[in-house]
C-alpha cells in the first residue's frame, strides 16, 4: 500500500513514506533533526519552564523569570533562523505533521 508524497523537515525534499508514521525521507535526515532538537532542548527547556513558572517574570522571583524569558525568546529566534537559513521546515509546520500523524507527547 503506498502513502501520499510528503514533505521532508530536514530538506524539504517530496518523498514517498514506507509507512504511515515515516515523517523524513532518510535515517540521515532524521537523526540529524533529532539530534539538532535535542542539543536545542537541553539549552531551552530550563529557560522556558522558568519563565512559564514566573508567568514572564510576574511571579516569585521576577528578575529571574523576567531574563528567563528574555533568553529562551533569544534561543527561539536564533534556532528559527537558522533553521530558515538552512531551508528546514520551521516548528508550526512540524508541529503540525508530527499532530496529525499521532505523535503527541505523553
Ligand atoms: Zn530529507
Same mark, same amino acid.
Given at each position: 500500500?503506498?502513502? &501520499? &508524497?510528503? =514533505?521532508? &523537515?530536514?530538506?524539504?525534499? /517530496?518523498?514517498? &513514506? @514506507?509507512?504511515?508514521?515515516? @515523517? ?5 535526515? +532524521?537523526?540529524?533533526?533529532?539530534? +539538532? ?6 539549552? @531551552?527547556? @530550563? ?30 529566534? +536564533? ?5 530558515? =537559513? ?12 508530527? /499532530? ?5 507527547? /505523553?
Amino acid at each position: 500500500m503506498a502513502y &501520499p &508524497p510528503r =514533505e521532508c &523537515p530536514e530538506c524539504r525534499g /517530496i518523498f514517498t &513514506p @514506507l509507512d504511515q508514521r515515516q @515523517l523524513f525521507c532518510s535515517v540521515e535526515h +532524521r537523526t540529524a533533526w533529532s539530534n +539538532r532538537a535535542t542539543v536545542r532542548g537541553r539549552v @531551552l527547556t @530550563l529557560y522556558a519552564m522558568a519563565a512559564r513558572q514566573t508567568r514572564e517574570g510576574t511571579r516569585g522571583d521576577k528578575a529571574t523569570g523576567k531574563r528567563a524569558a528574555q533568553i529562551r525568546n533569544g534561543l527561539m529566534q +536564533r534556532y528559527r533562523d537558522e533553521d530558515r =537559513e538552512a531551508g528546514r521546515m520551521d516548528a508550526v509546520r512540524f508541529a503540525a505533521l508530527r /499532530i496529525k500523524h499521532g505523535f503527541e507527547p /505523553i
